[in-house]
């Protein structure tokens, strides 16, 4: 079992930065996969970035692609999500999401462990 925790999330205006944490406890992060999806009032939840067990591979949506990095400090037992430029279509409740198989991908299918989200909202 583990438990995700996400912070970080906020009100910004378009063109802004933010920074998402997801802190991990009860298992050591290094055994997971770990990804970032968001989900939008009366939309499906929808993917955004995935990161391989040691940070060395990453997968993005094509709509974040460029803007949006995904890290991890396994040492901290922490995943990040920067995001830069932002625009009001990025606003949505973002949530971290671990996968013990490693599959790395982008259904939100593949993710045992979920945290409680962090809303992100975007102004024009």
């Known amino acids: 079992q583990v438990r995700l925790v996400e912070s970080g999330g906020g009100l910004v205006q378009a063109g802004d930065s933010l920074r998402l944490s997801c802190a991990a406890s009860?298992?050591?992060?290094?055994?997971?996969?770990m990804g970032w999806f968001r989900q939008a009032p009366g939309k499906e939840r929808e993917f955004v970035a995935a990161t391989s067990r040691r940070g060395g591979d990453t997968y993005y949506a094509d709509s974040v692609k460029g803007r949006f990095t995904i890290s991890r400090d396994n040492a901290k037992n922490t995943v990040y999500l920067q995001m830069n430029s932002l625009k009001p279509e990025d606003t949505a409740l973002y949530y971290c999401?671990?996968?013990?198989?490693?599959?790395?991908?982008?259904?939100?299918?593949?993710?045992?462990?979920w945290g409680q989200g962090t809303q992100v909202t975007v102004s024009s």
């Open positions: 009860g298992r050591i992060l290094s055994d997971f996969a």
């Open positions: 999401a671990a996968d013990q198989d490693a599959l790395f991908g982008s259904s939100w299918t593949t993710y045992d462990y």
